[in-house]
């Protein structure tokens, strides 16, 4: 079965540093996609970032890049220039795929502040 | 384009009440998921979908959950009775059927429910 681990179950930095949340996963699957997604107060899930497994590459959104490494399991979020509206939990997902759906297993979270 | 939509946002109910949450996936997306955020459990997958058939309800909780969903563009969850460990954030989820990649999956804004 697929697990998805966060280690750090909160975090806490001043604006405007850099912030690295870990995680770690178990599968023994070739081909997979990883996630992160950010949970604001407001509740709604958001989309921050996605790693496709095949790719070496890793992926960039602005202010936010992984580094995937897919030996250790490993795929870990930073955060640069850290902004105070990112303060929100930070779930790690792992996609598989079962019967031509993708189901998503997601880490426990790691509770992220900004601090001014 | 719209994004999933649910209703209600927030419901709070007396125990051994009905309960129906419902749900509108992004227009052409074949995937639906629900899924169920508390404190003690994180992020569950409670059922999916695929074309409007059911694939995994391995994650009803019990008989009192049913979910339906009787066309491409609404789904409902339903707890009957509702017990005050019901208590929970309900998200509904859809991404497209693309075999052999991951999809995103977007989530909407939740259902905030309150058994009393």
């Known amino acids: 079965a697929q697990t998805v681990t966060q280690s750090q179950p909160e975090m806490s930095v001043q604006e405007a540093e850099t912030v690295t949340l870990s995680c770690t996963y178990d599968?023994?699957?070739?081909?997979?996609?990883l996630f992160w997604y950010k949970q604001p107060p407001s509740r709604q899930m958001i989309l921050v970032i996605r790693q496709e497994a095949y790719k070496q590459q890793n992926a960039t959104e602005n202010r936010f890049s992984v580094n995937f490494q897919k030996a250790a399991k490993s795929f870990s979020l930073k955060i640069s220039d850290s902004q105070l509206g990112d303060t929100a939990m930070y779930f790690c997902a792992f996609m598989k795929h079962v019967q031509g759906a993708q189901k998503l297993v997601f880490g426990q979270g790691t509770r992220l502040t900004i601090n001014p | 384009d719209a994004g999933v939509i649910q209703s209600p946002r927030h419901e709070v109910t007396e125990m051994g009440q009905e309960v129906t949450l419902r749900c509108k996936p992004i227009?052409?997306?074949?995937?639906l998921f629900w899924y169920r955020q508390t404190m003690m459990r994180g992020l569950e997958l409670l059922i999916y979908f695929n074309n409007n058939v059911p694939i995994d309800d391995s994650g009803m909780p019990e008989d009192r959950f049913s979910a339906k969903m009787p066309n491409a563009s609404f789904s409902t969850l339903k707890i009957q009775p509702s017990e005050p460990r019901d208590s929970a954030v309900y998200f509904c989820?859809?991404?497209?059927?693309?075999?052999?990649?991951?999809?995103?999956?977007?989530f909407g804004e939740g259902s905030w429910l309150t058994v009393v």
């Open positions: 599968t023994s699957e070739s081909n997979y996609y």
């Open positions: 989820a859809s991404s497209p059927i693309n075999r052999g990649s991951g999809n995103t999956i977007y």
């Open positions: 227009s052409g997306h074949n995937s």
